[in-house]
């Protein structure tokens, strides 16, 4: 006699895994700030994060791929693909200041500036290969996501660009000035008026990109 059919249920243990995960991911993302990459260690996550030196490793594998999580996460979180959507019915004034106001914002704050400041205490101390990890999954990313922007711009007819990838570096530098400079040396005494200017120079950048580039 056959015995009845149960339907499967899922694996025990998959959603206490992805909170592991997250668990891990803040406490590196913390520890990283505070300590450097050089100054943390996989034993410092762990016990930050609740969890077992090896369910650490289990996870991630090693510091590195740690630590490009960590970057990963964090950009994706902030910076989500939908930032870079382009609608060619909306006005390219209104898109890129959209962009622009929201890298600025992100790119200015204390926690990235925080984040800036470790990796070049590790860069610092002969650990460059960490600046490249952050470059990776931060800079190159966002660039090529701003170049497809620009170039389907380009492609509807709403910008004039010969060269859109010096045209995305120009455009990400105008927005920020000389402000997350500022932040990292802590030259931002009032953050009320250090707010306001993020956005003045992120409108101000908006507004000399598209004398440069609208079409004539």
Known sequence: MNCPAHAKTPGPGRPKDMEKRAAILEAAKGLFIRNAFAGTSMDAVAAEAGVSKLTVYSHFGDKDNLFREVIRARIQDLLPEETYHFDPREDIADTLLRVALTHARLDCNAETVGTFRAILSDCRQGNPRYGRLMWEEGATRTHGLMERLLQQAVDAGKLEIDDV????????????????????????????SYAEEIEATARAGVKMFLRAYLPR
Request: overall charge positive; hydrophobic content about 40%.
């Open 165 to 192: 990838p010096r045209a995305s570096v120009q455009f990400l530098t105008l927005i920020k000035g000389n402000l997350m400079m500022r932040q990292m040396f802590g030259c931002c005494e009032c953050p009320e």
